[in-house]
């Protein structure tokens, strides 16, 4: 787990509120409740979004399990809410907001050893330690694989350290400026890092070109390769299984090479001449019958294969097997989302059902996309069996071609994205960073209007929850004032029932 990660735990997720098992005749509890409820549900969670780790954050123990705690609100949750990209297929961009200095983050967090990038140019040049309201978010790019990401990541950093180390072979001027000014030039890279984006965009291009023609003539010589070696395969199998009594058959060649070394063995035969005509008559029927044994063999693994591979490919040979494997990814986002904000109507019973729907309909779905892939394999007749006939160098398989299709560039401010204006290729998408999306969402209200919201919030939710008061003094003993003070008892006579048991009491 990455370092800054391992920080994220603050606390344990609220309890989920359930309004199952309150006494009807309880009107006052069931009141409170679901004012706690509501004032609870108002709180905006995702408002503050976060930069920097919580030091102070205590990390779970290893091998220890917990309820999943209540994680920040990142760059993460806006950018992948659902937590699909792997590592490396998203690079997070940070930005200093007094020095402009840039720092290149694989994780959503930056953490203090993230400050290794920065290099000594000065005094005051890298900072003793992050600070979370010094470090902004610049940009967020997305790649289609985390191979292609990382290679990002890594020419990213180093043509921002040529910048920084480098300055006086593109800036020789500065050599004339005093050293403050020039330390804040080499700290200042927010022009730098545009352009160097899109020159790694420009260079993965064109490299992802020649490694998509690598790949596709592998592809090309191995299916030509795997043609010829299983028509060669078919072929002796097919000739050992319908010609029991000749050269082609097991039995016939075990038995030439049983009589051969019998033959070695005979007085007459001892003759050095003899002797190397018999050695090489039966090295060529051994030769010949581990060729005719491994095409047996392994003509039995392919049927079996194939055969196993049709079977699982069954429920997507069904018709209608694509409708259902969208079907059933709406029905887990749906039971995710209300798990994840449970109905407070609905009781501890209810979230088991949904739960466990959602484990079945989880199995479902990985069932359903492994028998897509069986009959993708079927049809292709591309599997590891198929190509466990390659050669060495054509078993490994090459890297994905980079491409520039899905590549997205996620400005905090599009303005930034000018100061590489004509040297961005043609496929980029530039958007939009929403990182105060939530926030301008929000409404906020006063204190008297969040007063009559929520009052109104209470009224609607109790009138679906009795909805059986019809007259005005059940809606008056429903909806009281919550100011009202409710007189609890404490202490030992408040754990005492009405009676009082001490006054009956003889000694």
């Known amino acids: 787990m990455p370092r800054n990660l391992a920080r994220l735990r603050y606390r344990l997720p609220p309890a989920p509120v359930s309004f199952e098992g309150i006494d009807p005749g309880r009107a006052r509890v069931l009141e409170k409740k679901v004012a706690q409820y509501v004032v609870r549900q108002s709180n905006p969670r995702h408002v503050k979004l976060q930069t920097v780790v919580n030091a102070k954050a205590k990390p779970l123990a290893t091998g220890k399990t917990a309820v999943r705690p209540i994680k920040p609100y990142t760059l993460r949750d806006v950018v992948d809410p659902e937590g699909s990209a792997r590592h ?32 000594f140019i000065g005094k005051h040049s890298v900072p003793a330690q992050l600070r979370p309201d010094e470090w902004t978010p610049h940009c967020v790019i997305t790649f289609a694989t985390p191979e292609q990401g990382h290679n990002a990541f890594r020419k990213l950093r180093e043509f921002r350290r040529l910048h920084e180390v480098s300055w006086e072979k593109t800036n020789p ?55 010829k070696k299983w028509a060669s395969i078919d072929s002796v199998a097919n000739a050992a299984v319908t010609k029991e009594n000749s050269a082609s058959s097991v039995s016939w060649l075990e038995h030439e090479i049983r009589r051969l070394t019998q033959k070695l063995k005979m007085k007459h035969m001892q003759k050095d001449a003899d002797q190397k005509a018999l050695e090489a008559a039966r090295s060529s029927h051994e030769t010949r019958l581990k060729r005719v044994q491994y095409a047996l063999r392994k003509g039995e693994q392919f049927r079996k294969i194939q055969e196993e591979l049709a079977v699982k490919a069954g429920p997507a040979n069904e018709p209608g097997a694509e409708e259902k494997l969208a079907e059933l990814h709406q029905k887990v986002a749906v039971l995710r989302q209300a798990l994840e904000n449970p109905d407070p109507t609905h009781s501890q019973e209810h979230l088991h059902v949904d739960a466990d729907l959602l484990e079945r309909h989880t199995a479902d779905i990985a069932s359903l996309e492994e028998a897509f892939e069986a009959k993708k394999q079927v049809d292709s007749r591309d599997h590891y069996i198929a190509r466990s006939v390659l050669p060495q160098h054509l078993k490994k398989t090459l890297p994905t071609p980079y491409t520039l299709d899905g590549v997205n560039v996620m400005w905090a401010d599009m303005q930034d994205a000018l100061y590489a204006a004509g040297s961005w290729p043609e496929a980029i998408a530039h958007e939009t960073l929403a990182i105060n999306r939530i926030r301008d969402a929000t409404a906020y209200l006063s204190a008297e209007e969040f007063e009559i919201e929520k009052r109104n919030e209470v009224s609607s939710i109790l009138s679906a929850l009795r909805p059986e008061a019809e007259t005005e003094e059940d809606k008056a003993h429903m909806y009281t004032r919550l100011e009202e003070p409710v007189e609890q008892k404490t202490g030992v006579l408040g754990m005492l029932g009405k009676a009082n048991p001490f006054k009956k009491a003889s000694a």
């Open 88 to 119: 490396g297929q998203i690079i997070y961009v940070f930005r200093s907001i007094k020095t402009n200095q840039i720092i290149y983050s694989l994780q959503e967090l930056l953490d203090n050893h993230h400050l290794a990038q920065l290099p």
């Open 173 to 227: 001027g500065w050599k004339q400026l005093k050293i403050e000014q020039r330390i804040k030039k080499i700290m200042d890279q927010r022009a730098n890092m545009s352009a160097d984006l899109a020159e790694v965009l420009r260079i993965q291009d064109t490299h992802g070109a020649a490694m998509a023609t690598a790949l596709e003539e592998q592809q090309q010589k191995a299916s030509e390769f795997m043609d």
